[in-house]
C-alpha cells in the first residue's frame, strides 16, 4: 500500500524556521495537505493543494512540493505551534492516505 | 456555524459490530465528500474511507476493504460508518471530516473500544 513518509520529530527554537518533509512517489503528480493536531484535540487544515493557506491559518505556515517531496515550513515558530503535523495525499489509483507525522518541538 | 458531532462509539466486545454516526449542521451536506479516520491511543491517523457528495462513490483503506462500509443520508444531513468482525486492534478514536476545497471541518471524534 501507499505510504507517506515523515520525520519522526523536527525540534527548534522559537522564532527560527522549522522544515517537515513528506516522500511519496506520487506526490508529483498529486497534491498534498498538511494538518496540524494538538493534543487531544482534532486536526486542523494548515495547507491545502501543496502551497496554499486556509483562510485563517498564519501567514508563517508555507507548503512547497518538488519531485517526491512535499515540504511544510513554519517561519519563525512560536510555542504554539508545538504539536503533531501529518501530510495528506492520495496514490495514484486515489487512495487516501497520512504520512507517519512528525511531532515539532518548539523549545 | 459548522459541526460535526460524531456518536456511536463504546466499549464493544471482540467479534461484534457496530455503527458510528457523524450529524452535520451548518453546511450543505450534500455539497462535500465526506471520510472516516480513525487514530489508535498514541498513534497517527488512518484514513478509512470516502463516499463522494451524492453518495455514489466509495473508497475504502485496504486494510479494512470488506470489514467497513460508509454510506450517507443526505436528507438527514448525517454520515455513517459500519464495522463488522471488530478486533482489539480497532480501539480508536474515530473521526469524520468533510472537505470542499479549502474548506475542511473535522469532528472531535467517537472512542471506540473493542474489549471483551
Known amino acids: 500500500s501507499y505510504e507517506l513518509t515523515q520525520p519522526p520529530s523536527v525540534s527548534v527554537s522559537p522564532g527560527q524556521t522549522a522544515r517537515i518533509t513528506c516522500s511519496g512517489d506520487a506526490l508529483p503528480k498529486k497534491y498534498a495537505y498538511w494538518y496540524q493536531q494538538k493534543s487531544g484535540q482534532a486536526p486542523m487544515l494548515v495547507i491545502y493543494?501543496?502551497?496554499k493557506r486556509p483562510s485563517g491559518i498564519p501567514e508563517r505556515f508555507s507548503g512547497s512540493s518538488s519531485g517526491t517531496m512535499a515540504t511544510l515550513t513554519i517561519s519563525g515558530a512560536q510555542v504554539d505551534d508545538e504539536a503533531d503535523y501529518y501530510c495528506y495525499s492520495t496514490d495514484i489509483s486515489g487512495y487516501h492516505v497520512f504520512g507517519t507525522g512528525t511531532k515539532v518541538t518548539v523549545l | 456555524q459548522v459541526q460535526l458531532v460524531e456518536s456511536g462509539g463504546g466499549v464493544v466486545q471482540p467479534g461484534r459490530s457496530l455503527r458510528l454516526s457523524c450529524a452535520v449542521s451548518g453546511l450543505t451536506f450534500s455539497a462535500y465528500g465526506m471520510h472516516w479516520v480513525r487514530q489508535a491511543p498514541g498513534k497517527g491517523l488512518e484514513w478509512l474511507a470516502v463516499?463522494?457528495?451524492?453518495?455514489?462513490?466509495?473508497l475504502y483503506a485496504d486494510s479494512e476493504k470488506g470489514r467497513i462500509s460508509i454510506s450517507r443520508d443526505n436528507f438527514k444531513n448525517t454520515l455513517y460508518l459500519q464495522m463488522n468482525s471488530l478486533r482489539p486492534e480497532d480501539t480508536a478514536v474515530y473521526f469524520c471530516?468533510?472537505?470542499?476545497?479549502?474548506?475542511?471541518?473535522w469532528g472531535q471524534g467517537t472512542l471506540v473500544t473493542v474489549s471483551s
Open positions: 493543494e501543496d502551497t
Open positions: 471530516f468533510a472537505r470542499n476545497g479549502s474548506l475542511d471541518y
Open positions: 463516499i463522494s457528495y451524492d453518495g455514489s462513490n466509495t
